[in-house]
């Protein structure tokens, strides 16, 4: 039997009330872990979350939905949502 990979949360984002502040950037465990490391580039590693264009991105594939940045965000735009099960 397959594991399943899928995710039973995703991070959500209201995108037109982002203020594009950073922190939660600077807040995620997973940016600070790849941060870390000697051969760091910004351009290159997939964060989980970044700042483009003034607005908070987040790279699914690489967030592991632990909530952090929902719990420093100035303007709660951020938000950890349960998925619904998938099975009939």
Do not use: Q, W
């Not at 870390?36 to 607005?55: H, Q, Y």
């Not at 987040?58 to 735009?77: L, S, Y």
């Amino acid at each position: 039997m397959a594991k399943e990979k899928k995710k039973d949360k995703v991070l959500e984002k209201e995108e037109s009330y982002c203020i594009g502040c950073g922190i939660c950037f600077a807040v995620c465990p997973i940016n600070a872990k790849l941060e870390k490391k000697d051969e760091f580039d910004p351009d290159d590693v997939n964060l989980a979350i970044r700042i483009v264009n003034g607005k908070a991105l987040i790279n699914e594939e690489t967030c592991i939905v632990c909530g952090t940045c929902t719990k420093h965000c100035p303007v709660g735009v951020l938000s950890v949502k349960k998925l619904e099960s998938a099975e009939a």
